[in-house]
């Protein structure tokens, strides 16, 4: 068993939308982060307007879970005035922290704003010396890049205090620390201004130059091949491992990913944290994690690609899909489901809790009836509100599964 410590940790987990924070907010984050319309690696007009901001700092803040904004694109000269912009018009929100890469982001952020900033992964701090360069320059926080060792680690941690971050559960790529010309080069979309269009992750054929149209396979798997796809990223075991070694937070990735995964993910990931700072033993619960963690879509898991760039980590590898996010209970008093999959009477599914005081809520479902104007119908339609009857109550937040 582990002894109990009184490191603090922080579990940062990703919010793509209001909803998303809020699930994050609600299964276990000790902070959030998100990016605005602009100049953030997922750069889209479905991210944070500025009044959305707003809002999402302050229901995080009520929380008491800390908010880090991203800024973490590369700038061109042309982007310089508009960030300057930018910046002025969300100079006023109280962020925790604000996330860069460019060091002339980090010049401008500093020009207009005082606050922690905190060093994107995409600038590869591999080493002590990069990471002390880096907190000369006034970076709070350093993202590691995800090439870095877990002796690379302790070893910058015995000769710095600034706090380290890292990656722990979620999506790599083939580019090194995420930068990558291949998006662009393909489709026009720059993975560098937060535009990625994925063809590392498309799939591909064989095409004799003399035979134009004529496809031929090559076969990894029955769905396809995608040769330049990595495996996903999954330290759910290695958890105590890392905190000995100095790190400060841990990072899931996928602001894409859906509410259930952000939920999910986090109250795992939350849980092994507390489980190794509360003196607990994580053996007891590691078949547990892992199982809740094969329930969410992800890529086969891999611990190799952070350690060890193993050939194993870049072979084809399918996309695995377990589960179907059905809803989320909104209102406990009314029943009220929030629906993303068609829901049908006498369905059963697992509703799922946020894991307190090491308890695990979980509980096997089953639809009793649905009810729409007054009259019970056979089915909830996904993006609706409905008010659905489970054998069962339902607490507000329970996310709701169907195992497939
Ligand atoms: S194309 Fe693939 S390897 Fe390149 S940045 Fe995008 S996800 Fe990463």
Redesign the pocket.
């Known amino acids: 068993m582990a002894l109990k410590t009184d490191k603090n940790i922080e579990l940062v987990a990703p919010a793509g939308n209001l909803e998303k924070l809020k699930a994050a907010v609600h299964y276990g984050a000790h902070a959030v982060y998100f990016g605005g319309q602009q100049f953030n690696l997922r750069a889209t007009t479905k991210n944070f307007s500025i009044p959305e901001i707003e809002q999402a700092v302050e229901y995080a803040h009520t929380h008491k879970v800390r908010v880090i904004f991203l800024l973490n694109a590369f700038l061109h000269e042309s982007d310089i005035p508009l960030v300057t912009k930018y910046l002025q018009h969300i100079q006023h929100i109280p962020f925790d922290a604000i996330m860069i890469s460019d060091p002339g982001m980090a010049l401008l952020v500093q020009e207009h704003i005082n606050i922690p900033l905190h060093l994107s992964t995409q600038m590869s701090t591999l080493n002590h010396l990069a990471v002390s360069f880096w907190a000369k320059q006034g970076i709070s926080r350093i993202v590691l890049a995800r090439e870095t060792t877990l002796e690379e680690i302790q070893h910058i941690r015995q000769h710095t205090d600034i706090e380290l971050e890292i990656f722990c559960h979620g999506a790599l790529?083939?580019?090194y620390s995420?930068r990558?010309l291949?998006?662009r080069y393909l489709s026009g979309r720059d993975?560098n201004q937060g535009n990625?269009?994925?063809?590392?992750?498309w799939k591909y054929s064989l095409v004799e130059e003399k035979r134009p149209g004529n496809y031929l396979d090559i076969v990894e798997y029955a769905h396809g091949t995608e040769i330049?796809s990595s495996k996903d990223l999954c330290l759910i075991n290695k958890i105590p491992d890392y905190i000995n070694a100095g790190v400060n937070a841990f990072k899931i990735e996928g602001r894409m990913k859906s509410l259930y995964y952000t939920a999910n993910v986090t109250r795992i990931y939350r849980h092994a944290i507390d489980t190794f700072l509360q003196g607990g033993d994580s053996n007891q619960y590691s078949d547990f994690w892992r199982k809740e963690l094969e329930l969410v879509s992800h890529r086969p898991y891999t611990e190799d690609l952070f350690n060890e760039f193993t050939h194993q980590s870049f072979d084809g590898v399918p996309y695995i899909k377990k589960t179907l996010f059905m809803g989320y209970c909104i209102d406990s008093t009314h029943n009220l489901v929030k629906v993303f999959n068609p829901i049908y009477k006498g369905d059963s599914f697992d509703a799922i809790y946020p894991i307190a005081n090491n308890h695990i809520y979980d509980v096997s479902v089953k639809v009793i009836d649905i009810i729409a104007d007054n009259t019970s119908v056979q089915m909830a339609q996904p993006n609706t509100v409905a008010t659905i009857i489970f054998d069962k109550p339902l607490q507000q937040w329970a996310i709701l599964r169907k195992q497939l």
């Open positions: 790529c083939i580019s995420g990558c291949l998006s993975a990625c269009s994925h063809p590392c992750r330049l």
